[in-house]
């Protein structure tokens, strides 16, 4: 995405933040974005974090751009049996071929009379073997990457669309994943999310409150973590006192503990400036991109003062070891962070290699 397009794709975020979250109208508890938030560090005490991402795919990953810009009678017919949760809902972006480059996606979406026809497929579905509907990025014209594609609601029952098996993961075994394929799949042109071309755009705003909550989910599980490997240090005694009295150990704990409240306090700026409708984009993926490597350090540390012990399958920390490395990988890459958070360095040489 080009330094232009990342900051174009954030200038809707003060009209987009007004919008209560979750209205009233529509089933929800009409409360702030502040909310979503507080409710994904709750769902981090979930200790099998498949079940925690399942329900934030539903509420702040697939949901938000019909939300924002969904017209009233798709907002009917989708949104509000979403929120009521008799539909599950699924998040249609990564293709085999393309994940961290969004813009080369290849599913064409065609308008043909009054109905789009689809083609392609879409992968690393969360929760597409159950979904009832797919919010679903893809190419409605030839134009420019950033501006030939749409968002559109696809319910998951329609002819032609073909679900694989569940792809066996490393981790989040609770959640299913699949690979979706769409054969001259026909959807009302009434389907469309918003404008189209504007799908990318939407696409990317949707992006932030994916990553925000992300990061907010991956809190809870990693404290609770460093906690419990503290009562375990104490309590496992080697060469005559406990484990934990080794102040290389303790040491780790306090550090870890230290950046964790640091990745913490960067969430709520970010979301602060969000609820105040300011481009978050550079904290959000700054947050997302400490919640990945966090994560990573974190459970490996823990993972290694539980000894054997850590290394079964059973352990807390081997399951959250192997869970919480999605979030280095889904939702935007580590790389791709990096690679926003440089767009956004006012001290960086604009030189061509910077796109
Ligand atoms: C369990 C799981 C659930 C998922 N759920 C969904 C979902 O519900 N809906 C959905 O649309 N997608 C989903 N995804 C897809 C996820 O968002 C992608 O896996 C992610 O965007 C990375 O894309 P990719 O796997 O194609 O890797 P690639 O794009 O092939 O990237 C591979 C690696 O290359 C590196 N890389 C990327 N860009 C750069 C760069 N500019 N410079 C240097 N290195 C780079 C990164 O390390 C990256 O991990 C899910 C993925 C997983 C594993």
């Not at 907010?216 to 309590?235: C, E, F, K, S």
């Amino acid at each position: 995405m080009s330094a232009l397009t990342a900051r174009s794709c954030s200038k809707g975020v003060s009209s987009l933040t007004r919008v209560p979250r979750a209205d009233l109208k529509y089933g929800g508890q009409g409360l702030d974005f502040s909310h979503q938030i507080a409710m994904a560090e709750e769902l981090g005490n979930i200790t099998s974090l498949g079940i925690s991402i399942a329900i934030l795919l539903q509420t702040s990953m697939a949901t938000p751009a019909l939300e924002r810009f969904g017209s009233e009678e798709l907002k009917q017919r989708f949104l509000v049996p979403s929120i009521a949760g008799d539909f599950v809902a699924c998040l249609g972006v990564s293709e085999p071929g393309a994940g961290s480059d969004v813009s080369n996606i290849k599913t064409r979406a065609v308008l043909q009379g009054g109905d789009y026809i689809i083609n392609g497929s879409k992968m690393w579905t969360t929760s597409g073997s159950q979904a009832d509907w797919m919010c679903l990025l893809a190419n409605t014209s030839a134009g420019p990457a950033h501006l030939n594609k749409s968002l559109l609601c696809v319910p998951m029952n329609l002819a032609g669309i073909h679900v694989s098996r569940n792809i066996e993961k490393l981790g989040l075994h609770a959640s299913d994943t699949v690979q979706v394929f769409f054969e001259d799949v026909r959807v009302p042109r009434q389907f469309l999310i918003g404008e189209e071309g504007q799908g990318f755009h939407y696409q990317m705003l949707q992006f932030q409150e994916e990553r925000m909550s992300a990061t907010a989910l991956v809190l809870t599980p990693m404290a609770n973590l460093i906690r419990q490997t503290a009562d375990y240090a104490r309590g496992r005694v080697l060469f005559n006192k406990p484990l934990l009295d080794n102040q290389v150990v303790h040491f780790r704990l306090a550090e870890l503990a230290t950046e964790l409240e640091s990745l913490r306090s960067l969430l709520y700026r970010a979301v602060g400036q969000y609820m105040r409708g300011l481009d978050v984009t550079k904290l959000v993926s700054m947050g997302k991109l400490k919640a990945g490597r966090l994560s990573r350090e974190v459970t490996d540390s823990c993972l290694q003062y539980w000894g054997g012990a850590g290394y079964t399958h059973r352990a807390l920390v081997s399951r959250l070891f192997r869970d919480l490395r999605i979030t280095s990988i889904g939702g935007g890459a580590d790389e791709v962070m990096l690679s926003i958070i440089c767009k956004y360095m006012d001290t960086l040489p604009r030189t061509k290699s910077v796109k």
